[in-house]
């Protein structure tokens, strides 16, 4: 399985960007996939998640209201638009899939996305 993330870049606080994945080599039982960010000095955390068997979203207290996920089954692709951004949200972006949202296998190499003040 690759997956190969795009979109990221350098926003001021309040703006907006869009972050996609593209996987291939899926196999069909991967179900969730979802995204991690990990900001300097600091671990990975998980931003949001999608789960193709239920459809159903997860989201971090943190971006709820401001970042939503998307995803094309088809295509195996997923997005994650990013409004309101804030400084606090600069980091490392990473796409993952697995069999669910808590067995996530299989990472990207990771976009940096960086908010200014």
């Known amino acids: 399985v690759q997956l190969v993330e795009s979109g990221g870049g350098l926003v001021q606080a309040g703006g907006s960007l869009r972050l996609s994945c593209a996987a291939s080599g899926f196999t069909s039982d991967y179900y969730g996939m979802g995204w991690f960010r990990q900001a300097p000095g600091k671990e990975r955390e998980g931003v949001s998640c999608h789960n193709s068997a239920d459809d159903a979203t997860w989201y971090a207290d943190s971006v709820k209201g401001r970042f939503t996920i998307s995803r094309d089954t088809a295509e195996n692709t997923l997005t994650l638009q990013m409004n309101s951004l804030k400084p606090e949200d600069t980091g490392v972006y990473y796409c993952?899939?697995?069999?669910?949202?808590?067995?996530?296998?299989?990472w990207g190499q990771g976009i940096q996305v960086t908010v200014s003040s």
């Open positions: 993952a899939t697995g069999r669910t949202c808590g067995l996530l296998l299989h």
